[in-house]
């Protein structure tokens, strides 16, 4: 048996780039980044996710500012949610943050809606004006079976 050992180098170095390539992907695909050292950590409540879910991108004006760090149910039964943003960023005491979709059917994620105060944000300090998302299948139940304004509708 004739062993050419040049060929089996390079179909190595081949297999080897074809797996860090894979890797690569998946740890894309899947999220997983390092941020490097810890941002700006803000809180906000809402009474209703419909499907946030941790690692989903914080947006201002449609660029990615930060992540949603965790997601935990606050003494108050509401969702309490940590999003992690750019350190650098000086976020007015006013600001709105509200749970939207991207596209029809797509994924969660939050934008926020700068303020106009003087007054900004400090590490760990509770974004107060919070818009839950808009859940589909009620807005058709609504549509479906109409709505009265009585009690009986809630």
Do not use: C, W
């Not at 499907?51 to 509401?78: F, M, Q, T």
């Not at 007015?92 to 969660?108: A, E, F, K, M, Q």
């Amino acid at each position: 048996m004739n062993r050419h050992p040049l060929r089996d180098f390079i179909v190595g170095i081949f297999v080897l780039i074809g797996l860090a390539a894979v890797a690569y992907l998946s740890i894309t695909v899947g999220g997983i980044s390092y941020g490097g050292p810890g941002g700006l950590t803000l809180y906000a409540t809402f009474d209703e996710l419909g499907g946030l879910k941790p690692r989903a991108p914080v947006v201002i004006a449609g660029v990615k500012v930060g992540a949603v760090e965790s997601i935990v149910l606050d003494a108050d039964y509401r969702a309490r949610v940590e999003m992690n943003l750019n350190p650098e960023l000086q976020i007015p005491v006013d600001t709105s943050v509200s749970i939207v979709t991207s596209g029809l059917l797509g994924d969660r994620y939050l934008t926020m809606l700068l303020g106009g105060e003087e007054t900004m944000l400090k590490e760990g300090e509770q974004l107060e004006f919070t818009e839950s998302a808009v859940l589909l299948e009620r807005l058709l139940g609504k549509f479906v079976y109409g709505s009265t304004g009585s009690e009986d509708d809630r």
